[in-house]
């Protein structure tokens, strides 16, 4: 259980250009939620939150520009819907990434280093508090997971690692988290995410 109040059945978009889009959707549907795989920006307009999944980032990246997206997604995440980046998606809502050589969406007040815990078979998990979130510890799984290095208000950290290490930030209605709560059978991040709604303007 979380300690909050989850809301009714939603119409949540996930980012579908590449990446694990599908795991997301099989999460929000076991909920009961609508999940709607967005491949054209003006899907936007008739969700009502917004999840921009792991993948390569350099390679959304190029797709967001390519496909109309960029405005359109920073526009949704200005509308006070809750939009939450997982590993790559994380690196697209930063304002500062490293070795990113284009532009991503550009919102939140942290900065990320890309594949900061090492190459694909250096993938781990650990169990991590979060904020908002009850019931025990989270088991996060990381893949070639990116660091939040550097938070700036009106960001905050809501997750480390024993070491320290940010793992999740949220910005009013945007999340961020270096790993993926979609490959793991526990909903509570979904469910948390879907109660941080802002008003408008807010993540500005």
Not at 54 to 78: H, K, V, W, Y
Not at 128 to 152: K, L, Q, S
Not at 182 to 200: C, K, S, V
């Amino acid at each position: 259980m979380t300690n909050v109040q989850v809301p009714g059945p939603q119409t949540v978009g996930v980012l579908a250009l590449q990446g694990d889009f599908r795991e997301h959707r099989e999460m929000l549907e076991a909920m009961g939620h609508r999940a709607i795989e967005i491949r054209k920006p003006a899907q936007l307009e008739g969700i009502d939150a917004l999840i921009i999944p792991g993948g390569e980032s350099t390679t959304i990246a190029r797709l967001i520009l390519s496909n109309g997206f960029q405005q359109p997604l920073r526009d949704f995440c200005a509308s006070g819907k809750p939009t939450w980046g997982t590993c790559a998606g994380a690196i697209l809502l930063a304002k500062e990434v490293d070795r990113l050589d284009r532009p991503g969406i550009e919102t939140m007040a942290i900065r990320v280093r890309r594949n900061a815990f090492g190459r694909q078979v250096d993938s781990f998990e650990e169990e991590i508090a979060i904020e908002g979130i009850d019931g025990g510890p989270f088991r996060a799984v990381f893949i070639r997971a990116p660091v939040i290095e550097r938070v700036d208000p009106p960001a905050r950290a809501i997750a480390r690692l024993e070491d320290g290490t940010v793992v999740a930030a949220r910005q009013g209605n945007l999340l961020a988290t270096s790993f993926h709560p979609e490959l793991t059978r526990d909903p509570r991040l979904h469910a948390y995410f879907l109660t941080i709604g802002a008003p408008q303007g807010a993540a500005k």
